[in-house]
């Protein structure tokens, strides 16, 4: 089994936590505050890579910064109240996985990097330009050359050759979803015309729909399931799966930990990189540099996930030339 260079970060570099979401604070040092996304198991190996990002750049914790990490938990309704805890503690700069809009929003005069951003930051009003972002706020984006279609494309290419016969898919996902499962959404349909299938949306008011929404999909026929990088989806993992599971059927997601977790497939950005590289900007903010001079960057690193052993119960043959191609393979 072949891993990208971050899987095992959490490993060598600990997360620790005052209490649940909280990391210790050291009076005196510059703030580097943290809205993650979602729930602290995942946030272990990103926030390991941000504290890399800033190491590489000459930064080491509780010495030249200090962290405060605040959890989202999935949900984008707790970001404002988040930020604006972060906010009396008068941060130099706060980082933001996911929801940065909703976090500039409250916060909208501090330095904020975000990272792994799946929308367009020019297009909802976060920057001015790539080049040169200006005001506040700069970071790193999935996918700047074509956005999320061009990653569509990519992901659902390899899909057909996992799944030959593919002819109807079914997008599982909240509705009315966040940013990016919109994004998704909309690559998704242009997607399918371009690859002549026919693309039945699922949508999920919570968790409890998501049996419904499967079985719905099972009696329309589809040929696979496309499971969103929405944060009530990836946060829940343990739930979703089993019932993800027993659909039978083949099954497609953006990010590796949803291979990992019984997904047949998975491609995206390497989420853990961005963190990496937004530390690397956080250490640039931190010696004096402005936000707005920092370009945004594009993610340069993908992981493409193969689960074989989903494979084999699904009675699928991988091709080796995939197998070349996987950049992990779950056994």
Do not use: C, W
Not at 183 to 210: C, I, P, S, W
């Amino acid at each position: 089994m072949r891993r990208r260079e971050f899987i095992g970060l959490a490993g060598a570099t600990a997360l620790s936590f005052a209490r649940s979401g909280y990391a210790q604070t050291t009076t005196g040092l510059p703030l580097v505050g943290v809205i993650f996304p979602g729930h602290e198991d995942l946030g272990k190996e990103r926030i390991a890579a941000l504290r890399l990002g800033l190491q590489e750049a000459g930064f080491v914790e509780g010495k030249n910064y200090s962290l405060a990490i605040r959890l989202a938990n999935g949900d984008q309704g707790r970001v404002p109240s988040l930020a604006k805890e972060l906010g009396e503690l008068k941060p130099t700069v706060i980082v933001v996985g996911a929801f940065a809009l909703a976090a500039h929003k409250v916060l909208p005069d501090i330095p904020l990097v975000f990272t792994g951003f799946a929308a367009d930051p020019i297009a909802v009003g976060l920057v001015e330009s790539y080049a040169r972002p200006g005001g506040s706020v700069t970071g790193n984006v999935m996918n700047a050359v074509g956005g999320e279609e061009t990653m569509t494309q990519k992901r659902i290419g390899l899909l057909k050759d996992l799944v030959p016969g593919l002819t109807r898919l079914g997008m599982i996902a909240p509705d009315p979803g966040n940013t990016l499962g919109v994004t998704e959404r909309d690559a998704l349909r242009k997607v399918a015309a371009q690859f002549g299938f026919e693309l039945k949306h699922y949508g999920l008011a919570t968790l409890d729909d998501l049996e419904g929404a499967l079985a719905s999909g099972l009696r329309d026929e589809v040929s696979a399931f496309y499971l969103s990088g929405e944060p009530l989806l990836i946060q829940n993992l343990s739930r979703v799966m089993p019932f993800v599971t027993a659909s039978g059927k083949p099954t497609v997601g953006p990010y590796p930990e949803m291979a990992r977790a019984g997904l047949l497939m998975s491609y995206s950005s390497d989420v853990s990189d961005g963190f990496r590289h937004a530390g690397i900007y956080v250490a640039r903010i931190l010696s004096g540099t402005k936000p707005g001079d920092l370009p945004i960057e594009q993610a340069s690193k993908f992981i493409f996930a193969i689960n074989l052993k989903t494979a084999k119960a699904l009675g699928i043959a991988v091709p080796s030339t995939l197998l070349a191609l996987a950049d992990e393979v779950i056994e």
